[in-house]
């Protein structure tokens, strides 16, 4: 007995081009609002402040609790081969290339993520947006694009903090509670650690994960039926799109820049 039909392979493949085809689109438009929001910067700083300074106390704490975990594991694993003093570089390079973007995303697409596509999704259930296009007012212009371009810019800020902290945090454990040697910690970061290959790889991973993450999120609430069941169901499909979009870039990104 069949469970399914050709037809309805046909509407879902149809349906998931449809899908593709309006997120292309949206996008498009949001790269091209690029030199009008740079012309009005008080409405992307505005959302810069809501979307980074709201979230960085849970970047900084979760990176300095991450410090702490990572450099007392790192350690012990060292302390098997006698080169505790590389524990500073293991942290560093840890957290710059890897740790830092990719933690930052996941906790930026579950704090700020979240919060935009609800208020996206809230306006267009309270028809906010169609009064909008009523006045001749474009709201991906108008709205979308300060949110988009305030995360894109607040996401390598907050992936600079995080590693920041968790660099902190590793001293911390590695050098005031086990021992190491605080010289040796800092010289090996400054001796291993390379500005363009790590740091900036870093902060272009944490640069695409921020277009990734915030579009996403502004996707969501601009596509979600205009109810309160649709803006939670949008809310909740942007954390899981976005983490495993987060995941997967993070896989090719990795590959592209550490693998020649």
């Known amino acids: 007995m069949s469970w399914y039909k050709p037809s309805d ?14 997120g292309g689109r949206l996008f498009a438009r949001l790269l091209a609002t690029l030199w009008p929001s740079l012309k009005r910067f008080g409405l992307v700083r505005d ?4 979307l980074g300074n709201y979230s960085l106390v849970i970047i900084a704490v979760s990176g300095l609790f991450v410090g702490f975990v990572f450099g007392l594991q790192g350690y012990y694993s060292l302390l098997r081969f006698g ?12 957290l710059v290339r890897e740790l830092g973007p990719v933690v930052t995303a996941l906790l930026f697409a579950g704090r700020a993520g979240t919060s935009l596509t609800a208020e996206i999704g809230l306006m267009k259930a309270g028809e906010q947006l169609s009064v909008l296009e009523m006045m001749a007012i474009d709201p991906v212009r108008r709205i979308l694009a300060p949110r988009f371009w305030a995360g894109v810019i607040a996401m390598p800020l907050l992936a600079a903090v995080f590693s920041a902290m968790g660099v902190i945090g590793g001293w911390f454990v590695g050098v005031v509670m086990l021992g190491v040697d605080a010289g040796s910690f800092w010289s090996q970061i400054q001796g291993g650690v390379d500005v ?5 790889n870093g902060v272009l991973k944490s640069v695409v994960f921020g277009f990734t993450v915030t579009f996403l999120a502004l996707l969501q609430g601009y596509a979600a039926v205009a109810t309160p069941e649709g803006v939670a169901t949008a809310t909740t499909r942007t954390v899981v799109v976005a983490s495993l979009a987060v995941l997967g870039l993070d896989f090719i990104l990795t ?5 020649t």
């Open 9 to 22: 392979v046909g509407f879902a493949t149809r349906s998931w081009l449809a899908n593709v085809g309006y």
């Open 47 to 50: 959302q810069i402040h809501f």
């Open 83 to 94: 080169s505790t003093d590389a524990l500073g570089q293991l942290v560093t390079l840890t």
């Open 196 to 200: 363009w290959r790590d740091v900036g």
């Open 255 to 259: 590959a592209m820049m550490f693998t």
